[in-house]
């Protein structure tokens, strides 16, 4: 136990030293960015815990979060609490993360830690994340997804594209998200089946957000479904994950 936490530590710091490399190359930050909120809050509520495309729960779940930003570096707690469960009360899952952002030749990339928790029982873990994301016009934005475990389950990986699309409308913004994503056989293994199988799925997801002030209301969707010669492999998920989102943001100083 000691040494997963200790690695699993050791990964989170690793986000707050001052990148070098990337700051040498780095787009400097706009000067509308001290006018950004710093502090976040936000309770999440949705018919079902799904994450990376795997269904973690069979009923409702409360998931409340918490992030801020200090010395270029945004810190997030997470949590998932399920919903008329006889056997957990409170939080199940608690998990940890660091993330940074950089701008180079007009792609935004981010780098993220996760730290995974669980109350309840089973061993801790750790994940590494790369986003990487560019405008192409029209309100349409391209991503690129990668993550891998490196605690429990080294190895464990799963990587994504999307293709987004935000528009205002009124005091509102639509978003409309297209993805395709593939699970390693280690990732399927050690989440899902012991087949020693990768796993292609395509999904999306739409929601709409209703900002006033500093107060965030947003309404979501999404749903994920596996294809192509994996589509006989058995996946625990319901036909589309709906919630609800609320809570707050807030500017303050660096």
Known sequence: MRTRIAATTAVLA?????????????EPASADSAAEPHLGIEI???SRYVWRSIVLSRREVVQPSIWSELWGTTFSVWG?????????????????AASRSVTLAGFELEATSTMYTYPTGGPS????????????GAGLTLKALGSVDVVDHPGASFVSGSIS???????????????LSHASPRFVTSYISDEPSGLDLV?????????AGWFVVRPHLDVDRPFGKHRS?????????????VGGRFAGRR
Request: aromatic share 4%; proline share 9%.
């Open 14 to 26: 690793a986000l707050v030293l001052p990148p070098r490399l990337l700051a040498a190359t780095a």
């Open 44 to 46: 999440d509520s949705n």
């Open 80 to 96: 998932n609490a399920p919903v008329r469960d006889p056997e957990v009360r409170g939080f199940d899952e608690v998990d940890l």
């Open 125 to 136: 873990s750790a994940e590494l994340q790369l986003v990487g994301s560019h405008g192409v």
């Open 165 to 179: 699309r935000d528009t205002p409308i009124r005091k509102a913004t639509l978003s409309i998200t297209g993805r």
């Open 203 to 211: 999904g999306g997801s739409a929601s709409l957000e209703f900002e």
């Open 233 to 245: 492999l058995e996946v625990e998920q319901p036909p589309w994950v709906f919630g609800v989102a």
